[in-house]
């Protein structure tokens, strides 16, 4: 079988025209470099080389052979170098599953831009999931890191909290509560509210309205809805209020006005999430760099 040092010694002797010449680049002795070089022949059934003045000088099969072993050899280098790169974390894929909260803290925006400066050549795939849907997906290993409202009780999985900000309340533009000074929990107790969804949502949802007895009003929750842009157009429609994080601010859905709730017990909180003994050595790269920051 035709090896890969066969071409390579093949190669340097073509391009030296001499084995003596070849064998000084190549570090070795004359000896064992002929004697690859026979083996070449011996195995392809041609001669490489014919010798004229002392010199060596390719036979036809040799300079078609030529060609295609530069080639090859082009290929394998670059097929190392690409190897070494991606063991070092800066080539390869990198998979990840984010919450919309993180992408409107701007968050994972921060994080890929820092990897980009350090690994440009590393492809990103950007999954929207729910929280339960990237902790299983990072224990099933299809994910390499994720960005959660809720975090994992797996020893496997580790966390870090990577962004914490207060809701506000969205209402529609024009509407009465827009006009007053001090907003207080009794302005908005019994009115209709747009809430996250009580069956794909339900931990968050208990949470929303623990928080909101808390604070001394109790929400008519009259809609349900799971991505933030549907919550926003309902309350632009006049369908209710709602309850969403300070981010949310930049989403720019027309027609929505916000308002502070400094006394509101609730805090947005977004955690990166990965394996404790990462897949890929782009994920470990990735961590390691997202945590400095």
Same mark, same amino acid.
């Given at each position: 079988?035709?090896?890969?040092?066969?071409?390579?010694?093949?190669?340097?002797?073509?391009?030296?025209?001499?084995?003596?010449?070849?064998?000084?680049?190549?570090?070795?002795?004359?000896?064992?470099?002929?004697?690859?070089?026979?083996?070449?022949?011996? #195995?392809?059934?041609?001669?490489?080389?014919?010798?004229?003045?002392?010199?060596?000088?390719?036979?036809?099969?040799?300079?078609?052979?030529?060609?295609?072993?530069?080639?090859?050899?082009?290929?394998?280098?670059?097929?190392?170098?690409?190897?070494?790169?991606?063991?070092?974390?800066?080539? %390869?894929?990198?998979?990840?599953?984010?919450?919309?909260?993180?992408?409107?803290?701007?968050?994972? #925006?921060?994080?890929?831009?820092?990897?980009?400066?350090?690994?440009?050549?590393?492809?990103?795939?950007?999954? &929207?999931?729910?929280?339960?849907?990237?902790?299983?997906?990072?224990?099933?290993?299809?994910?390499?890191?994720?960005?959660?409202?809720?975090?994992?009780?797996?020893?496997?999985?580790?966390?870090?909290?990577?962004?914490?900000?207060?809701?506000?309340?969205?209402?529609?533009?024009?509407?009465?509560?827009?006009?007053?000074? &001090?907003?207080?929990?009794?302005?908005?107790?019994?009115?209709?509210?747009?809430?996250?969804?009580?069956?794909? #949502?339900?931990?968050?949802?208990?949470?929303?309205?623990?928080?909101?007895?808390?604070?001394?009003?109790?929400?008519?929750?009259?809609?349900?809805?799971?991505?933030?842009?549907?919550?926003?157009?309902?309350?632009?429609? %006049?369908?209710?209020?709602?309850?969403?994080?300070?981010?949310?601010?930049?989403?720019?859905?027309?027609?929505?006005?916000?308002?502070?709730?400094?006394?509101?017990?609730?805090?947005?909180?977004?955690?990166?999430?990965?394996?404790?003994?990462?897949?890929?050595?782009?994920?470990?790269?990735?961590?390691?760099?997202? #945590?400095?920051?």
């Amino acid at each position: 079988m035709v090896e890969l040092r066969h071409l390579r010694y093949f190669v340097a002797v073509a391009q030296a025209g001499h084995v003596g010449r070849a064998a000084e680049r190549l570090a070795i002795s004359q000896p064992p470099l002929s004697r690859q070089v026979r083996e070449l022949e011996e #195995q392809l059934g041609v001669a490489l080389f014919s010798r004229e003045r002392r010199r060596l000088k390719l036979t036809h099969a040799g300079a078609a052979l030529l060609v295609r072993a530069e080639a090859l050899l082009a290929q394998a280098a670059e097929f190392e170098q690409s190897a070494a790169r991606a063991s070092q974390g800066v080539e %390869g894929r990198l998979t990840l599953g984010c919450v919309e909260g993180a992408l409107q803290a701007g968050v994972v #925006q921060a994080d890929l831009t820092a990897l980009a400066a350090v690994a440009p050549k590393l492809v990103v795939e950007l999954r &929207a999931l729910r929280s339960q849907a990237i902790i299983d997906g990072l224990r099933r290993g299809e994910l390499d890191v994720g960005y959660t409202y809720a975090t994992p009780t797996d020893d496997h999985l580790a966390t870090a909290l990577r962004h914490e900000t207060p809701y506000v309340l969205a209402l529609p533009r024009g509407h009465a509560l827009t006009r007053v000074r &001090a907003l207080s929990p009794r302005h908005l107790d019994g009115l209709p509210f747009v809430g996250l969804s009580s069956t794909t #949502q339900a931990a968050a949802r208990v949470a929303f309205l623990a928080a909101c007895q808390a604070a001394g009003f109790t929400p008519d929750v009259r809609l349900e809805a799971v991505e933030l842009s549907s919550v926003l157009s309902l309350v632009a429609a %006049g369908l209710g209020l709602a309850i969403v994080g300070e981010g949310s601010q930049r989403v720019g859905v027309s027609g929505v006005s916000f308002r502070a709730l400094p006394w509101l017990p609730l805090r947005l909180r977004v955690h990166q999430v990965w394996s404790r003994r990462p897949a890929s050595a782009a994920a470990r790269r990735f961590v390691a760099l997202t #945590q400095r920051a």
